[in-house]
Structures are given as C-alpha cells and as structure tokens.
C-alpha cells in the first residue's frame, strides 16, 4: 500500500473518530441536562400538603437539612404566613409540622427581676392573654420543643427544653437563622428565652446585635409556635400574599381573629383582644376630628387614669369622645388595667383597673408596638411620668403634661352581626 493511500485513510479515520467523540459527548451532555431539569426545574410537591409547598418553594441555598428537620436561614421574602390573625415568618419544618415566629413583636413587657425564663412575664403572658386570643389551638397547633438557653456569652449552647404550645426565639434559633443578617432581623428590640448566670435576660436589639439586659427595661415579644400540617389554601409566601392557615366565613364579632379591622361609628378599629362577652378594639389610626389630629395631655396633675379629672385624658374619652359615638348599644364596659408596676411585676399591672366604657392600651395588650408616640395606661412608681411607646419597640417616659395622639380602646358586644367585609383596610367588617 502506497504511503498516499495510507496517510488518506488513517485521516479518514481521525475525522471519523472526532465525529463519534463528538456525538457521544453531545449526547451524553443532552442526558446530564435533560436530567438536571426533570430532577430540579421541573421538582414540584406530589402533595398539597402547605409544608411541601413551603419546602419547594424556598432556595436550598437559604435551607440547612439535619437529617431531621429544614431550617431557613439568611435574608428570605418568601416565608410569610397568616395564623390568627397576626402575620408570622416560616423558621423550621420537621415531619410536616411548620415551626413560626411573628415578624413583628405582638406586645411589649417587661421581663422581671432576677427571674428565668419559665417564671418570667413574658412565659407569664404567652400562655395567658396571648395564648386566649389564638384561633382554635387543637385545631391548628401542636406542642412546641423550646430551647432555654442558659448562657454569658453570645454563641449556641446546649438547650434545656420545655414543651409547651408559646415560647419565644432562643439564642441558638437567632444565630442559626444568620442573626443580624436574617429574615429574623426586624430592627426592633425583643428579648429572647436565653438568661445568663444572674437570670439576666438577652435581647436583640436594632441593629440585630444580641445583648444582656441587667435594667429591667420593657422590649418586644415574638413568639414561636408549631403549626401542624395543613392543606395549602392560598398566598405564595410573600409579605402582601402570605401563605393562609384558615379561611373560615365570619358571621358574627365572636369569630373575628385578631388583627381584623371593623367599621363602628364612621371609624375604623383593630380587633386586639376577646373577653367572655366582647371584642376589645382600638382605633386603627389616631384620633381625627375635622380632619384635624387630636392631641391631649394626660393631666394637669394625675399620672393615673382618673375617670373624674375634668382636665384629664380619661375624662375627655368618657365624655366629650364618647358622646360623638353612634349605636351605644354596641357598646359594653370594659376593665381597663391602670396597675403601678416598681418590681416590674406583670400581676403589679393588673392588680388594679378602672371599668369604663372607653380607655387607652396598657403594658400586655396585643399589637401594641404599632401606637409610636401615644400614652399607655400604665404608670410606673410616682415620679409623674407616663409610658409612651417608641417605634422601634421600646418605652419611653413622658411627663403627664405632654401633648399626645390619641388612640382610643373600647369594647363591642362579641354578639353582633357581621353584614359584609372581609376584615382587611380596604373591606373592613360591616355591622348589622
């Protein structure tokens, strides 16, 4: 064979062979990507289960999996959820159960002297007022396993657990979530369960740093609670289209949940607690005649609510306000709670009150954190000072002759009939 032919052939035979390369690595490449996207584009829940709608619609790189449960960590938009009326943040899931924080605090207190977590206010009110006030708990919650964590210095450590239904975030919770550099940071002040050799309590404060508080001052509350699976009903996890928990038809002011809002006398209210007869509610927005915002002081020389000071805040609600009133017969007396709290003492707040037909917000009542600038009932020792609430959820004091918004508290008859709405700011609830 001439050297001619054979140098033809063995070409023929390199062409032949980078186009069979060629071919198999086109089609293995097809494979590897046709695979990809049937394994993770196309990876949908096979149930309509809501903790599978959550798990799958959330960045793995945002997950941490421990062979048990998913933990959502970082700077998440798309782990809202609506339960009871209160709008909450996704933090774990484990066997379907979704484990949820409030995204904001739902009430300020103080936490107590020298008092662990499990005999604080804060344990104190969650499994009392708060606890009250949540829709249909068998229904829709299940045992929660806190972490107490106790602690002198800002890292994980190991957890004394408590089952109990209400609990707040722990250290471990915050800094496993990323801490100042989480969904979990909402630049507000609010304690968490850990305590320090001293039964000191740590908080998170602003900026999402973590501190111990030797003071006694009052910060947010947030708390924790386990959802059991549920179908999924509606929303995508976004803040303006959370994931729904319930959906139930409302036909009377006893089913209302918290946080809904309700026509009543040409002013729109908040639904903020329940008692065995009434609906508490304050006034979404402050006090506004002629379009005009009003502004009062306490007093002249109370710092209690005094229903007979005629230069008073207590006087001007229980008469000049409430005679502007329509269908008084909606209207019920309520306690309103006016207790000192020196030991910062959360039964030194309800030991005393006054029984009234309109009132203010006092240290304890639910939504609390969104009334910035306006007088609180609670008056704290004698130095003539009142609480004022500050928009990042803390307290400050102001001295009675400081001129306020006003955001008045009353309570309606839990009997009345709904005739439309759907509780919301454009569509609030109408009364029959």
Not at 155 to 166: A, L
Not at 399 to 407: G, R
């Amino acid at each position: 064979m001439s050297k001619k032919r054979r140098l033809k052939k063995e070409k023929i035979f390199r062409v032949c062979s980078i186009l069979f390369i060629g071919f198999l690595f086109i089609f293995f490449s097809s494979r590897l990507v046709y695979n990809f996207i049937l394994e993770n584009v196309n990876k949908k829940p096979d149930s309509s289960l809501l903790s599978d709608k959550i798990i799958y619609s959330i960045d793995e790189n945002k997950t941490i999996y421990d062979g048990e449960k998913t933990i959502l960590k970082g700077n998440i938009d798309n782990n809202y959820i609506s339960y009871s009326g209160i709008l909450w943040r996704v933090m774990e899931i484990e066997n379907g159960n979704i484990k949820i924080v409030s995204d904001d605090s739902i009430t300020l207190l103080p936490w107590g002297q020298n008092k662990n977590y499990e005999e604080s206010n804060i344990n104190k009110w969650l499994n009392s007022t708060f606890k009250n006030n949540l829709t249909d708990i068998e229904k829709y919650l299940t045992l929660n396993e806190m972490c107490i964590n106790n602690t002198n210095e800002i890292n994980i450590t190991e957890c004394q657990n408590k089952n109990d239904y209400i609990s707040i975030l722990s250290m471990n919770e915050y800094i496993t979530a990323g801490a100042n550099d989480s969904y979990l940071n909402n630049n507000t002040y609010f304690w968490l369960s850990a305590t320090n050799d001293k039964n000191e309590p740590w908080y998170v404060f602003d900026n999402g740093g973590i501190k111990e508080d030797n003071s006694n001052h009052i910060y947010g509350v947030r708390p924790v609670v386990v959802l059991k699976d549920i179908d999924y009903i509606f929303g995508n996890g976004t803040k303006s289209s959370p994931y729904l928990v319930s959906n139930e038809p409302v036909d009377k002011l006893s089913e209302v949940e918290l946080g809904s809002l309700i026509d009543y006398s040409d002013y729109t209210w908040k639904v903020v607690g329940k008692t065995d007869t009434s609906i508490k509610l304050v006034l979404n927005e402050p006090l506004t005649i002629d379009e005009k915002e009003v502004e009062k002081i306490y007093s002249k020389k109370y710092y209690e609510f005094n229903l007979k000071d005629t230069n008073g805040i207590a006087y001007y609600l229980n008469n000049t306000f409430y005679k502007t009133l329509t269908n008084k017969d909606y209207l019920q007396k309520g306690d309103f709670y006016i207790g000192k709290y020196d030991l910062f003492d959360l039964d030194e707040i309800y030991s005393e009150s006054v029984n009234t037909y309109v009132g203010l917000l006092t240290i304890g009542d639910i939504y609390l954190p969104e009334n910035d600038d306006m007088y609180l009932l609670s008056s704290i020792s004698n130095d003539n000072t009142i609480p004022v609430v500050n928009k990042n959820n803390t307290i400050f004091y102001n001295l009675i002759s400081y001129e306020s918004k006003i955001k008045p508290v009353i309570y309606l008859d839990k009997e009345i009939e709904i005739k439309g709405g759907i509780g919301d700011i454009n569509y609030p609830f109408e009364l029959r």
